[in-house]
């Protein structure tokens, strides 16, 4: 989604290590690209790239499925060694960055300069962010359940589920308005409780299902 995730803040006295474990975004992915950024901004296109590599061969799976485990390790000479590990298959790719292809001491002030004045822009977009985030991985459930399950569903409920999933997917690709996102997202997850809620009617019917245990309290 665009936001950086912080491994090593400032002024971290070194060595350090640190590791982070990470999953796909998208199904069937088979490789992730592992940007390397320094910077005090949220967003990833606000900092400085110091390097990317791709991890490859990953096992195609839905996504969420695949555990990638990234660290980040700092010596004591400055120079940062990063791997990402596929803890699936144990295959493994790495990068090293040099202390001299970092920030120097005059842009670390500008961008902490930067970062304060657009502290309230910067918080407004993140959090814009992770509401769509949220919106997606809810329409990426419903979807999933819908395909699933969908024999088992009234045609209304699907109807009323698809029609759901089309316009939040509009809402994830286009607005701007936080409010709309998350507006959007409780209709998502209103229809998915519709859903459930059909199924579980379905597998509870008298005759259907596996037998009733009776118990008493202990």
Do not use: W
Request: charged share 30%; aromatic share 4%.
């Amino acid at each position: 989604g665009g936001v950086m995730t912080v491994l090593i803040p400032m002024n971290t006295p070194i060595p350090y290590r640190k590791c982070e474990t990470f999953t796909t975004a998208s199904d069937y992915q088979t490789e992730v690209e592992i940007h390397v950024l320094q910077g005090e901004r949220p967003l990833a296109k606000d900092n400085k790239s110091l390097g990317k590599f791709y991890l490859t061969g990953i096992p195609p799976a839905p996504r969420g499925v695949p555990k990638i485990e990234v660290c980040f390790d700092i010596d004591v000479d400055g120079i940062l060694h990063v791997t990402a590990k596929d803890l699936g298959t144990g295959k493994e790719q790495s990068i090293r960055v040099q202390a001299s292809s970092g920030l120097t001491q005059e842009e670390i002030e500008r961008m902490i300069k930067e970062a304060q004045m657009h502290e309230e822009e910067d918080k407004r977009k993140k959090e814009l962010i992770e509401a769509k985030n949220q919106l997606d991985q809810h329409v990426y459930n419903l979807e999933k359940v819908l395909k699933e399950s969908r024999d088992k569903l009234p045609s209304d409920v699907i109807s009323e589920a698809e029609k759901t999933i089309e316009e939040a997917k509009k809402v994830f690709a286009s607005s701007q308005d936080i409010n709309e996102v998350r507006s959007m997202t409780e209709k998502v997850l209103e229809v998915a409780g519709k859903v459930g809620s059909h199924l579980y009617q379905g597998t509870g019917k008298t005759g259907e299902g596996g037998d009733v245990i009776e118990g008493k309290p202990m």
